[in-house]
């Protein structure tokens, strides 16, 4: 069965120290995308950033990184620098193969910044 | 610009009503999803489209339905409102089709609250 397991229900992290969302994954297809987005307090979902499975370099985007481990099917989120406005619900997803935009979503973590 | 715009973005109805929310892009995105937003379990796929007259169940469809009769439109139906379908919805698309790879990313509308009393 394909799915995503986001461990950390809540986190808190400091003001401009960098922290790590967890985020594994379960697919016996060769071929996926794995994408990170974000939910504010507001309530839209903002695309954070994606990494294919065949990609040789982890994905970067500004403040964001993925630190994909094939081997062990993590995709971690990496946000360095964290700012307050950066407190929201973050969402692992992955998109199984030829499946079109279709994303299976984790259960989220909640990440506080505190000043 | 382009936009993918949901309404209601609150209801409030009663058990046993039939509900449509709507859901309208102008990506001009052959893909649209609806996904249901619930406290522990993240987003469900609901029912999805990859194309005009072209409708699928997802995770959890069950009392819900869907027709795609244009590109820009996906409705979703309650039936049968219950108490179990309150919760948020997101209607969300994408291009490219079925067969499509790479990062075909989710563009989601902003949301549409239900309460089903």
Known sequence: ?115 | DAEITQSPRHKITETGRQVTLACHQTWNHNNMFWYRQDLGHGLRLIHYSYGVHDTNKGEVSDGYSVSRSNTEDLPLTLESAASSQTSVYFCASSGGGQGSSGANVLTFGAGSRLTVL
Do not use: H
């Open chain 1, 1 to 115: 069965a394909q799915k995503i397991t986001q461990t950390q229900p809540g986190m808190f992290v400091q003001e401009k120290e960098a922290v790590t969302l967890d985020c594994t994954y379960d697919t016996s297809d060769p071929s996926y995308g794995l994408f990170w987005y974000k939910q504010p307090s507001s309530g839209e979902m903002i695309f954070l950033i994606y990494q294919g499975s065949y990609d040789q370099q982890n994905a970067t985007e500004g403040r964001y990184s993925l630190n994909f481990q094939k081997a062990r099917k993590s995709a971690n989120l990496v946000i360095s620098a964290s700012q307050l406005g950066d407190s929201a619900m973050y969402f692992c997803a992955m998109r199984p193969l030829n499946q079109g935009g279709k994303l299976i979503f984790g259960q989220g973590t909640e990440l506080s910044v505190k000043p």
